[in-house]
């Protein structure tokens, strides 16, 4: 018996060893996938083509992997591998099988359609490169989610900043809302025809609807960052593919919470719609409360251990995505309003050497991260069991997405025109409906749950969807542009007053309509938020003590840190929101610091628009970051921007 | 029918949601002991307190999270997750379930003790915050060893690397050798006494000791870096943890695989035992070329783009360790040789930027993967469900692993001693046996297989073993340090040239002598690697056509980069090795440049001894970083060491 249960042993631990060598070679596939994908694109890079952004390209590599993975190797039949089917009469998640007095313990995997069970077997090379969907949400996306948020350009944010909501918020419910309907007409279409093998209802059309309305147009602002296309629609579109990721997440979530009461579960009731809605509302909310809440704490004292302090940076951002899926929020939500906040406030707080490395740490996270979602994405349209490929499904879809758009976009445009003194212009329309390619989002929320066939055909269909964005509308991006002739060239840092000889006259006198029209709210918010937040959560700003009033002389004290007054002359100049830079452009948007020595400064850095600018806020909106290129090249970094002698200049181009 | 499946569906939409809630959270605790742990080590290293590392509280604070998991929270039975037990004839991989026409897929987690049965679905949410083995060997063991070996500070390894590799090889299969006899007596006296419920053979008592012997003087290292303790016994003691780290990997699965022919499977068999020790060799070898060969790849061309260049090396390092995986060798292995080479080759074509962000990165991962090892330590001990504490094995074990660490460094210093002049003293040779922690390596072998009764022993030992070295002798070695006398305040790149006047002549004549100890095969080496592996591989060095013999010409010129002749004044500056900081002493190694221009610089930096030095490498030897630095202050860095006038300089003190 002893030499029986040992060779036993010895089985179940070849077995195991064999298991982990094929983990291993699955998981190498991917990154060397990632690395053919990197020198690809350095070769585009280096010879300027812009027609094929990486990850177009990890998809087109995905692609080729999945097809060789699906066709090209054949695995034998594992013979010890044997499927039992025994009858029971539940599904339990654990599952114990007594094997003659041993037990073994086997947890559930998801169910297996009827006609797929032979292949279960053949195919155990294949599913094994299937990650599962829980990887996407909660290793993947979080970086890639928190990285939008953290180098978000707030200046241009901020101007546009009730367009970009409204065409976030708004323009995704329409989206959802449209694409649902017709996608409803779609499959009852299909049903008449006699087309669709399983149950297709509303609520499954409307989740479709808000998975397809979350944009991911990485490929097209790669373009326009290298372009340097007009800040305004870089800020719209980018505000815009950031904010309705978290309001798609949200949606699709209430969305599947709609369980109306009694039997009849696919009628229209109000109050379960209600119920939805009121879900929709706690869990934004919530999400948003809890991601700014994170990212406000301050990190004082740390600053002394930059490799603690970046872990805790990296720590915190990751715990606000875990709080809030544990709470039952969206973690994807919370850690992008996380992202803002810290770039806001605790940047600020951070060692210089740390503000580089948490930059430059999530910046490489974030590139990883989406490239591998997208070469995965190539990948699964092959090795991906459960695919429902269905014509009149996918041909209604395209046209749905196409449609809920442009429903988006002309009709919202149209509205904020009526408000904008800055017009949205038509050709930016047309390149805003034109970039509304899907990518990581919309796969990560399709992929998530493929267990019904509703869900299968929907994620097929999807990952089309996807393909064809990236590859036709991220491919023309260039060509569009030039099509519609919007400006490229423009330096988001010297449009203001170093290039002041480029621009007219009547640009200024926009710019000041600019402030009026985005002033209204947000000059209240700018106030508070630089007298009283700034000053408690940073060591910037002025003190506490001189923006409150006498009264509060001790509370005021109390929160000012020390810092605050000590080193108060040298951190007025540290007091800087530099953000990411996501290309060679944007470098630095200083949006605090209002210099108590005079507007001497401005008025040498661009006299043509001294007059223009009348308070803090106008002054920071209109010069915030040459003010901060100007002191920082005279008093902080003296030797920051002179070239080490031994780097060429191109060594310090940025990607 | 409709109605009942989409009910079901809803369950099961209901049942994943709660589990990826109840994934989220468990993955919170983790994020939050780790925070905390930075939180406290901060207040610790501010208040110098180094009693305490930050991986021992790690585990202190995983142990009071483990208890609170284990009896604090009370999990309702959860009604849904009923155990069936099927009576089958045998266990495979995959199992199907027949659940009323559907099919339900099912995957094997492992084998559960009889006894065990009725726990398992009480214990379900401690069982969720079980992670799978195979994660600490894929994702958090390679950057630490990758880390360790990226940051070998190797002028001082390379000069005592003879007695690294006895230490490393000798040291470490003696050490298993005696533990594994030790404890076979043990478990025999065990079974006399009845103490034995299961089977425990010798290979299994060698395994133990294999594991076992993998020291990881985290701990020790890291105040030794604090307090600049001597760099010969701080290289002896690193260079020995890395490398028997990779000895330890590779000799206990070549004991696994002891496998003798026939019925009689625990019987000895020269046959068996030669085919395993084949195994080590080739294992050992074929991982160290595999790492070598990644190592040596050079990126050229990427250093205009950083953050390609960064992931690519990122992704280059984590390839090697799958490819060595799932080429059946090993990852840790390869892993820690391409680090070694990645940071002697290809960190010479980095950019300036890649080789801090490179830097940074490891950094950054390797202490957050310890610190989660070793708060997971801790906590397993309690939500562990198989330990297996036998008062007699442990007692055993404790006195086993004491008289290993004894074997290997006493017996061995004695007969390095016989051929070295600068003996290993006996206060070194204490500190050395004082400092044999055991760590992350040894916790990750032992939990990576707890199936049968005799591992599960083992891992509960093994974690008991841990927690006594990193607290007691980890914690006692600021004491042990000034009880054995031993140099601390020597800083490393000072105590050659600069700080002359604190050195004696007699230390100059025993530098002399190291030279002639280390010289005879490193010599050879070094003239190889120097003339024509660096100008190959990377930019630095003389060109080919300088150091091979005319006949090679057009073969130089084909292999010589283009840079090597261009700017081959520019980059004998730059070529440095400038490796890893792990502390706030340690900064530049210079191991290559051999500087044209005579030794005026070294007899300006360190008059004392020009007269020792007599050719390129003893000049190194010697000389090496403080070269480098005063090269760099000179010409290549004019300004790095120059503070930027905002930073105080306690903001730069390294962690």
Same mark, same amino acid.
């Not at 195919?123 to 990285?147: A, C, G, Q, W």
């Not at 409803?184 to 409307?206: A, E, N, P, S």
């Not at 951070?350 to 991260?369: C, G, H, I, V, Y």
């Given at each position: 018996i002893h030499?029986?249960?040992?060779?036993?042993?010895?089985?179940?631990?070849?077995?195991?060893?064999?298991?982990?060598?094929?983990?291993?070679?699955?998981?190498?596939?991917?990154?060397?996938?990632?690395?053919?994908?990197?020198l690809t694109i350095w070769l585009f890079k280096h010879r300027r083509?812009?027609?094929?952004?990486?990850?177009?390209?990890?998809?087109?590599?995905?692609?080729?992997?999945?097809? #060789?993975?699906?066709?090209?190797i054949?695995?034998?039949?594992?013979?010890? *591998?044997?499927?039992?089917?025994?009858?029971?009469?539940?599904?339990?998640?654990?599952?114990?099988?007594?094997?003659?007095?041993?037990?073994?313990?086997?947890?559930?995997?998801?169910?297996?359609?009827?006609?797929?069970?032979? &292949?279960?077997?053949? *195919?155990?090379?294949?599913?094994?490169?299937?990650?599962?969907?829980?990887?996407?949400?909660?290793?993947?996306?979080?970086?890639?989610?928190?990285?939008?948020?953290?180098?978000?350009?707030?200046?241009?944010?901020?101007r546009n900043m009730g367009s970009i909501l409204?065409?976030?918020?708004?323009?995704?419910?329409?989206?959802?809302?449209?694409?649902?309907?017709?996608?409803?007409?779609?499959?009852?279409?299909?049903?008449?025809?006699?087309?669709?093998?399983?149950?297709?209802?509303?609520?499954?059309?409307?989740f479709f609807?808000?998975?397809?309305?979350?944009?991911?147009?990485?490929? #097209?602002?790669?373009?326009? *960052?290298?372009?340097?296309?007009?800040?305004?629609?870089?800020?719209?579109?980018?505000g815009e593919s950031v904010l309705n990721d978290a309001v798609a997440v949200v949606l699709s979530s209430s969305i599947v919470a709609y369980q109306p009461e009694g039997d009849n579960s696919h009628t229209f009731e109000v109050m379960a719609m209600l119920k939805s809605f009121g879900i929709f509302l706690g869990v934004f909310s919530g999400s948003f409360a809890l991601g700014v809440a994170t990212g406000v704490v301050t990190f004082t004292k740390?600053?002394?251990?930059?490799?603690?302090?970046?872990?805790?940076?990296?720590?915190?951002?990751?715990?606000?995505?875990?709080?809030?899926?544990?709470?039952?929020?969206?973690?994807?939500?919370?850690?992008?309003?996380?992202?803002?906040?810290q770039a806001h406030y605790t940047y600020n707080n951070?060692?210089?050497?740390?503000? &580089?490395?948490?930059?430059?740490?999530?910046?490489?996270? *974030?590139?990883?991260?989406?490239?591998?979602?997208?070469?995965?994405?190539?990948?699964?349209?092959?090795?991906?069991?459960?695919?429902?490929?269905?014509?009149?499904?996918?041909?209604?879809a395209f046209l749905a997405v196409f449609l809920g758009r442009a429903a988006n976009i002309y009709p919202l445009s149209f509205l904020l025109n009526l408000g904008r003194r800055n017009k949205i212009r038509s050709n930016f329309q047309h390149m805003m409906m034109f970039a509304g390619l899907r990518g990581a989002m919309t796969f990560a929320l399709s992929i998530r749950d493929t267990a019904t066939y509703a869900r299968q055909m929907m994620f097929s269909t999807t990952l089309l969807v996807v393909f064809f964005t990236v590859w036709i509308c991220g491919g023309g991006t260039t060509q569009m542009l030039s099509c519609q002739r919007i400006r490229v060239g423009v330096d988001s840092d010297q449009d203001n007053s170093v290039s002041v000889s480029l621009m007219s006259i009547a640009e200024g006198s926009e710019r000041r309509s600019t402030k009026q029209e985005s002033a209204w709210l947000f000059r209240i918010w700018y106030n508070f938020d630089h007298n009283y937040l700034k000053p408690i959560l940073t060591h910037s700003g002025p003190p506490l003590t001189a923006t409150l009033p006498p009264c509060c002389g001790p509370l005021a004290r109390f929160l000012t840190s020390p810092q605050a007054?000590?080193?108060?002359?040298?951190?007025? &100049?540290?007091?800087?929101?530099?953000?990411?830079?996501?290309?060679?452009?944007?470098?630095?948007?200083?949006?605090?610091?209002?210099?108590?020595?005079?507007?001497?400064?401005?008025?040498?850095?661009?006299?043509?628009?001294?007059?223009?600018?009348?308070?803090?806020?106008?002054?920071?909106?209109?010069?915030?970051?040459?003010?901060? #290129?100007?002191?920082?090249?005279?008093?902080v970094l003296p030797m920051d921007d002179s070239e080490p002698p031994f780097t060429d200049p191109h060594h310090r181009l940025r990607m």
């Open positions: 030499e029986d249960s040992a060779m036993e042993n010895i089985v179940t631990e070849k077995k195991a060893e064999e298991s982990h060598r094929q983990d291993s070679a699955d998981l190498l596939i991917f990154i060397l996938l990632l690395t053919l994908t990197i083509f812009r027609f094929l952004h990486e990850t177009g390209l990890a998809m087109i590599y995905g692609l080729l992997v999945g097809v #060789v993975l699906r066709y090209g054949h695995v034998p039949r594992d013979v010890s *591998n044997v499927t039992l089917s025994c009858h029971v009469n539940a599904s339990p998640a654990t599952l114990l099988v007594n094997v003659s007095g041993k037990f073994y313990e086997y947890t559930l995997k998801g169910e297996i359609s009827a006609n797929e069970v032979n &292949d279960v077997q053949d *195919n155990e090379m294949l599913r094994k490169v299937t990650f599962d969907p829980e990887v996407f949400f909660n290793i993947l996306l979080p970086p890639i989610i928190f990285h939008a948020g953290y180098s978000l350009k707030r200046r241009h944010f901020f409204a065409y976030a918020f708004l323009g995704t419910v329409i989206s959802c809302f449209i694409i649902g309907l017709l996608m409803y007409g779609c499959v009852m279409l299909m049903k008449q025809v006699g087309q669709l093998d399983g149950d297709f209802f509303f609520t499954d059309c409307l609807g808000a998975i397809v309305s979350a944009t991911d147009p990485v490929t #097209v602002l790669a373009i326009f *960052n290298e372009l340097q296309v007009d800040v305004d629609l870089y800020a719209l579109l980018f740390l600053r002394d251990f930059q490799l603690l302090e970046t872990a805790l940076f990296f720590l915190m951002s990751w715990s606000t995505f875990l709080l809030a899926e544990a709470c039952g929020f969206t973690g994807v939500v919370a850690v992008l309003f996380c992202g803002i906040t951070l060692s210089p050497e740390s503000q &580089d490395r948490t930059k430059q740490l999530f910046e490489l996270l *974030n590139f990883l991260a989406e490239n591998f979602i997208f070469s995965y994405m190539g990948l699964t349209l092959f090795t991906f069991q459960n695919h429902v490929f269905n014509p009149m499904f996918i041909v209604g007054y000590e080193v108060r002359r040298q951190l007025k &100049d540290d007091d800087s929101d530099l953000i990411l830079t996501d290309g060679d452009i944007n470098l630095t948007y200083g949006d605090i610091t209002v210099s108590t020595d005079g507007s001497g400064t401005h008025t040498s850095g661009g006299p043509a628009f001294a007059g223009a600018t009348s308070d803090d806020l106008d002054r920071e909106l209109t010069y915030g970051d040459h003010e901060l #290129v100007m002191r920082g090249t005279r008093l």
